[in-house]
């Protein structure tokens, strides 16, 4: 290889998003998006076969215009050697996150029956009862507790066997077999060793569902299965398959997002005292500070969208077909939108930030996921009143795709906790 080309190979790879997989950049990923976007916030990627976006104005026009079915076919799928995921692919047709006109409207409105704003006013009060719980058993356990093992992975799982009608017991099993579906979609490369044991946790989690469809067709409850299995417009309802397939999609979309949203939102809290002292002292901001989380950390960091045609975007001519991928933690952080993007402003007031996506295919969940994240802020930083971290610097989940901790240690002060669980009691 000439120098000239050596050179060009080692500026792609400098400005690749494969470099997420270093583990420096997955611990602060913000100084690669602002160079890219600085770089060319329409960048083609070599590694990545992909056009990688990062700014906002671009993100949004990805999302609102580009074609989202862009399942991968069996002969590709086999090319690429991965076989394996055929499985996937085959529910990923089914899923509304992967339809575009006019079946993703259809499909849509239906799952959409299953959240209505009363539904979700009527699980806040769960959410919230669900949360104090959780809290209670780790202040009798000790002035210490891991913010991911012991709050931000079992609330939302708990949270979403209530929401779905399924029994508490199973919502362990859910988060083990969430998890691994998650590392299945979040990834840009799949460790072989691990690939089988992923693709086996969907397949189990869609027998589960199936049983669980079968269930509540035959007995249904107020839960969004049942719901599911209700909808109806116009004589048209979700068949079993496209029941299952899009519940697998919930089922991911309720347990990784929100528990990344509860562990990355504690960790920038509690690494600025000012903001967690703001929040604690004014609980009714609850609502600015929780969409300033999703923004300055989004759980989706990015998604992938397909050319619809030959079009100019960014200045760059790109291909009818052509893969592009939508950073839309980048254009979280796009200072031509957000006013000193990098500042965590609680009261932010002008947010309107991509963490939930844009257009058709914004998050069916935000309503809920906003609701679950304003209880959980609220809880923990009530409840544990001198919260102090003991992990600095965490081991984060190593997905690209998506933002996660592994381990959060904390400490508190276990006998104001309690005392603050006495005067709760008390004013009751
Ligand atoms: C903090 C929590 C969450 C975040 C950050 C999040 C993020 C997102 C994003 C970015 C999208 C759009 C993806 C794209 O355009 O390619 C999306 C779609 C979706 N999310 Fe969420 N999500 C969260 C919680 C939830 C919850 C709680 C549920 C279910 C109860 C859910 C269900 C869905 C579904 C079904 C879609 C597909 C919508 C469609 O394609 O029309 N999400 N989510």
């Known amino acids: 290889m000439t120098n ?87 529910m990923m047709l089914k899923q509304i996150m992967f339809q575009d006109p006019p079946v993703h409207a259809g499909m849509r409105a239906m799952c959409a029956i299953a959240f209505t704003p009363k539904r979700i006013e009527s699980l806040r009060q769960s959410a919230e009862a669900m949360a104090k719980g959780l809290i209670d058993r780790i202040v009798d356990r000790g002035g210490r507790m891991d913010v991911v093992a012991d709050f931000a992975v079992p609330f939302p799982s708990l949270f ?98 929100p528990a990344n949203l509860i562990s990355c939102g504690m960790f920038s809290l509690l690494q600025r005292p000012e903001a967690l002292a703001q929040l604690r002292e004014h609980p009714e901001i609850a609502q600015t500070a929780v969409e300033e989380l999703l923004r300055f950390e989004s759980p989706t960091q990015h998604t992938g969208r397909l050319a619809p045609e030959d079009v100019v975007l960014g200045g760059k001519q790109i291909r ?30 002008d947010n309107r930030h991509l963490a939930f996506g844009w257009a058709s295919h914004y998050c069916l969940g935000a309503p809920l996921a906003r609701m679950t994240g304003q209880a959980a802020f609220t809880a923990l930083l009530r409840r544990l009143p001198s919260l102090a971290l003991i992990t600095k610097e965490p081991q984060w989940r190593g997905m690209a795709a998506l933002r996660g901790i592994v381990s959060l240690e904390v400490e508190f002060d276990r006998k104001l906790a309690e005392t603050v669980q006495t005067e709760r009691t008390y004013v009751q």
Not at 186 to 192: A, L, R, T, Y
Not at 336 to 345: S, T, Y
């Open 320 to 349: 009818k077909g052509d893969l592009v991928t939508a950073v839309v933690a980048a254009a979280n952080r796009d200072p031509l939108r957000f006013h000193e993007p990098d500042r965590l402003d609680l009261t932010r007031a």
């Open 4 to 90: 000239a080309r050596q050179f060009a190979r080692k500026r792609e790879a400098e400005y690749s998003l494969f470099q997420q997989l270093n583990p420096e950049v997955m611990a602060d990923p913000y100084p690669l998006y602002r160079k890219l976007r600085e770089f060319e916030p329409v960048h083609w990627d070599p590694f990545m076969h992909s056009w990688v976006v990062t700014s906002y104005a671009e993100c949004v026009a990805v999302l609102s215009k580009y074609k989202a079915a862009r399942t991968p076919a069996p002969e590709y799928l086999e090319a690429m050697g991965l076989s394996v995921l055929a499985p996937y692919a085959a």
């Open 160 to 257: 979403l066997t209530a929401m779905m009608g399924l029994p508490a017991s199973d919502s362990s099993q859910l988060k083990q077999w969430a998890a691994d579906v998650a590392e299945l979609i979040g990834n840009f490369e799949h460790d072989p060793d691990r690939i089988q044991k992923l693709v086996t946790s969907l397949e189990q989690l869609r027998v589960y569902l199936t049983e669980k469809v079968i269930e509540q067709r035959a007995r249904p409850c107020d839960g969004v299965l049942s719901a599911l299995l209700a909808a109806e417009i116009e004589g048209v309802r979700l068949s079993e398959e496209e029941i299952v397939a899009n519940a697998v999609l919930i089922c991911s979309g309720a347990l990784e997002e």
